[in-house]
């Protein structure tokens, strides 16, 4: 893309998660020569498509003709591999920040430092955090230190709290199983380190996510690969 193509485009401000689901869902598939309409996948919005077009002409991934370059397909192709996919998002994505970041010192940059640059770049309010929230996401995904100054925490995934303990004990009912009605996970069937989020589904009762409580964020696109199986599948049970 040439930098006036790149001026027009605003940096990055879709979640970081929909970009490497979409970047880890075309891997095994045949990569199309043209990112259009035919091609959306069909869980997508026409919205967040459009937006993920941006960003991946942002990025230099498209081109403005929505032409898949080279260095996507090589991204592509290293999604699931976590050194190839860190080298290459170092390699091919993140210079498409360097007009904006220019010689700002990331690893002891303040968070205001990083907010001015994007500012310059023609961003604010909402779009302003949403970009900066990709960026440290990139960063960390592609192994480069950053300044802690960098706040991340509105990407952090939610963990339910604990409730407190009833005061008055309910008396068992043996017509219920020991899974419970509300799909709560086996009494002392979670392994050390490891979580397990209930689904509050009442057609689907006893369905929990388990995932491990050492869980780093280089890890989390393997999740999204699987979460987007499942949205794939939700939309195909729709359509019948």
Same mark, same amino acid.
């Given at each position: 893309m040439s930098s006036d193509d790149?001026?027009?485009?605003?940096p990055v401000y879709i979640p970081w998660k929909t970009f490497a689901a979409y970047v880890g869902g075309l891997k095994g598939t045949t990569l199309p020569h043209t990112l259009d309409s035919s091609v959306k996948p069909r869980a997508m919005s026409g919205g967040v498509w459009r937006?993920?077009? *941006?960003?991946?002409?942002?990025?230099?991934?498209?081109?403005?003709?929505k032409e898949v370059t080279a260095q996507f397909e090589a991204l592509v192709g290293s999604y699931g591999d976590e050194r190839a996919w860190?080298?290459?998002? $170092? +390699?091919?994505?993140? &210079?498409?920040y360097d007009p904006i970041v220019g010689d700002l010192p990331i690893d002891k940059a303040t968070q205001g430092q990083l907010s001015e640059k994007f500012r310059s /770049?023609?961003?604010? $309010?909402?779009?302003?955090?949403?970009? !900066?929230?990709? @960026?440290?996401?990139?960063?960390?995904? /592609?192994?480069? +230190? @950053? *300044?802690?100054?960098?706040? !991340?925490?509105?990407? *952090? &995934?939610?963990?339910?709290?604990k409730t407190a303990k009833k005061t008055k004990q309910e008396k068992p009912d043996a017509t219920? +199983? $020991?899974s419970g009605d509300h799909g709560d996970p086996p009494p002392d069937a979670t392994p050390k380190d490891m979580l397990d989020l209930p689904? &509050?589904? +009442?057609?689907?009762?006893?369905?929990?996510?388990?995932v491990s409580q050492k869980i780093t964020p280089e890890q989390i696109p393997l999740f999204?690969? !699987?979460? $987007?199986?499942?949205?794939?599948? /939700? /939309?195909d049970n729709g359509s019948k």
């Open positions: 790149a001026a027009t485009v605003k937006q993920l077009l *941006s960003a991946l002409q942002f990025l230099g991934l498209v081109t403005t003709a860190a080298d290459l998002l $170092n +390699k091919h994505v993140l &210079p498409a /770049a023609g961003v604010d $309010n909402q779009v302003l955090k949403k970009c !900066m929230r990709f @960026y440290v996401h990139l960063l960390a995904t /592609a192994g480069i +230190k @950053y *300044s802690p100054h960098f706040s !991340m925490r509105q990407e *952090s &995934p939610t963990v339910p709290r219920k +199983k $020991n689904l &509050p589904w +009442k057609e689907f009762p006893g369905c929990f996510i388990r999204d690969t !699987m979460a $987007n199986v499942v949205k794939q599948l /939700a /939309a």
